[in-house]
């Protein structure tokens, strides 16, 4: 499969099934209709982001390090917004997510079909 | 040769004989007096009386190239005829002393005395050795004739030097031994090994019975087995 | 007289008429003698084997069918003055297979086998391969040397000769009787096994054993589905000469998706830790 499309699907499925997780916090299912949305989103442009870098670098170590290092930007810019109380969710939001990073990264290098030129 | 020793023309059968005997006298001799423990007048009657019966009987008829190497089939016969000689002790019957053959018996003694007795080598394979010395020993002795009946004795003493003597000398030391051009001793050499070379393929021929029997013994020869 | 000297005076080639050099003696063997030598007009190094009996060329026809990048090349052939045929090949310089401390020698056996399936892909078997007729070049490729007994196998050779390196030739080869391809594919089962350091993995083992089975009908069928099978196997996938229990197809699965699972165990230990230490 195209990476970069292969990017999106397995960000958005990781990035879905990361903001249900938040069901499992009392205090955040309220909003969980909200974070499962934004985690999609930040799920597919990481995804994205780690197909577009994989058709470049053929390299399942880079290509790890790099989904990592945008899963955690992206983590961080939802972090930075705070909750109604004011409240700023880095570890629960930044950690998780840039272990999806990575394991998008992976499936991009991994099992991610070449290009035609 | 081998079909020729079966042959109904006296001449024919003489001529394969001769052949036989000068390519096989002296590894008989030396089997003899070896694997036997022969003393050296008793295996000289023997490798008389050995040849004798050869040209006596249909000795040759049992052969089957199929089976093994003529060289072989008559080691075989050869323990088998000691044997027996030994069993019946049938010297005297024999008429010992009688000389079928002219052999120069004192040049194979002299030979004999050189042999490291504890080499490894087992009498059996020795006797192989020593035929292709004599096969090696006749197609030097052809050598040296075709070279005198066209006149090139110079090619042949070059060839002796180099290829028959122990020392070790270069083309160079040749070259000034001979007081020929450098160019002259390569060109000398290389036709002498050619020739000598076509000459023991051709006494192998001689000595061998079916192409494949030519081929396997030539490569024994050549030391290049499979 | 000595036999030794002689005999070598009957082997050295005279290479004089011809436009190569003899440089040093490499090797012999059964057929032959191989030497490098320097062509003379092109100023290149090359092997050149000599036979040592008035033999057809037939290696040299042989190799001239099969252009491929793992079969050595011959350039020429020609007789020497005696009437021996000769043949000049493609010097390699590298390692023989024997000599080669392989990092990856299962990826070396498949460009082997490549070579050999083209070969029998043009109806040639080689019927002598063994590590010591297959050379590692300095860019790592593999070229099969020694096609000196090769046959085209429409055309096999009289039964009664058994021509080959024990070892690695085929049962039915040893008896002196035709083969065929799968004779190759014996040997390049003995080869296989030789290539990999013990302990020898199961599903391996079973892909040796199946090329080296004593029946040329229990082997592979062909040589493309022995490195089929190997490829497989480097991939991780199930090989078709070991069936595999339900352990041991979880233990291949979870070491071909090593990465991933490592993976989706630190994001789940992750979530774990955040739920029952970072909220309370």
Redesign the interface.
């Known amino acids: 499969m195209n990476k970069p499309i292969l990017g999106i699907g397995t960000g958005a499925v990781l990035g879905a099934f990361d903001g249900l997780?938040a069901l499992?916090?009392p205090e955040a299912a309220p909003q969980i209709v909200g974070i499962v949305i934004g985690s999609t989103l930040k799920g597919a442009i990481a995804g994205v982001a780690a197909g577009v870098f994989a058709r470049k670098v053929q390299s399942?170590p880079k290509g790890?390090l790099f989904g990592l290092a945008v899963g955690l930007l992206l983590a961080y810019l939802v972090a930075a917004f705070p909750d109604p109380n004011g409240k700023h969710y880095y570890?629960?939001i930044m950690?998780?997510g840039s272990?999806?990073g990575?394991?998008v990264g992976?499936?991009t290098q991994?099992y991610g079909g070449s290009v035609a030129a | 040769m081998i079909v020729a020793t079966r042959s109904a023309d006296p001449v024919e059968r003489r001529q394969a004989f001769e052949i036989l005997v000068s390519a096989y006298w002296k590894p008989v001799y030396k089997h003899l007096r070896m694997k036997w423990n022969q003393t050296d007048e008793d295996a000289q009657d023997l490798t008389q009386a050995f040849f004798g019966r050869t040209m006596e009987n249909a000795f040759f008829q049992g052969y089957d190239p199929a089976k093994s190497s003529f060289r072989t089939y008559l080691r075989l016969c050869l323990d088998g005829f000691a044997s027996n000689e030994r069993k019946a002790a049938r010297r005297l019957k024999r008429g010992g002393g009688a000389q079928i053959l002219s052999l120069d018996f004192e040049s194979a003694e002299g030979e004999l005395r050189q042999i490291e007795i504890a080499d490894g080598v087992s009498v059996e394979e020795r006797f192989h050795q020593e035929w292709v010395r004599s096969v090696f020993a006749l197609a030097v002795e052809r050598l040296r004739a075709f070279c005198d009946e066209r006149g090139k004795t110079s090619h042949y003493r070059l060839f002796a030097r180099y290829d028959l003597e122990e020392e070790r000398v270069t083309y160079a030391q040749l070259a000034q031994e001979f007081t020929l051009p450098a160019t002259d001793v390569t060109n000398y050499l290389a036709w002498a090994r050619r020739e000598f070379r076509r000459i023991v393929l051709e006494v192998l021929r001689e000595l061998t019975a079916t192409e494949r029997e030519f081929r396997e013994e030539a490569r024994y020869v050549l030391g290049v087995q499979k | 007289m000595n036999v030794e000297r002689l005999r070598e005076a009957l082997r050295a080639p005279d290479f004089s008429g011809t436009k190569y050099r003899l440089i040093e003696p490499l090797g012999s063997g059964g057929m032959g003698a191989v030497y490098l030598g320097e062509d003379t007009e092109l100023g290149r190094r090359v092997a050149i084997k000599v036979m040592h009996l008035d033999d057809p060329a037939q290696e040299a026809r042989v190799l001239a069918s099969l252009e491929h990048p793992g079969i050595v090349p011959v350039h020429d052939s020609g007789r020497l003055p005696d009437g021996r045929v000769f043949y000049a090949m493609k010097y390699v310089e590298g390692r023989r297979l024997v000599e080669h401390r392989d990092p990856a020698p299962l990826r070396t056996f498949l460009k082997v086998c490549e070579a050999v399936a083209f070969a029998h892909s043009r109806g040639v078997v080689h019927r002598d391969l063994k590590p010591e007729n297959i050379m590692i070049g300095s860019f790592g490729e593999a070229l099969i040397m020694d096609w000196g007994i090769a046959r085209w196998h429409e055309h096999p050779e009289e039964p009664g000769v058994a021509l080959g390196t024990p070892g690695y030739m085929a049962p039915e080869q040893a008896r002196g009787e035709p083969v065929d391809p799968r004779a190759d594919i014996y040997a390049l089962g003995a080869i296989l096994r030789l290539l990999l350091p013990p302990p020898i993995p199961r599903r391996l083992e079973a892909i040796c054993r199946r090329a080296t089975a004593e029946a040329p009908e229990d082997r592979y069928p062909a040589v493309t589905q022995l490195a089929a099978d190997v490829a497989r196997y480097l991939d991780g996938q199930p090989v078709s000469a070991y069936r595999e229990n339900l352990w041991e197809r979880a233990g291949r699965l979870a070491a071909r998706h090593r990465v991933a699972l490592l993976l989706v165990l630190a994001y789940l230990l992750m979530r774990t830790v955040l739920f029952f230490f970072v909220r309370r």
């Open positions: 997780t499992f916090t399942v790890i570890f629960e950690l998780p272990i999806v990575a394991l992976f499936a991994r």
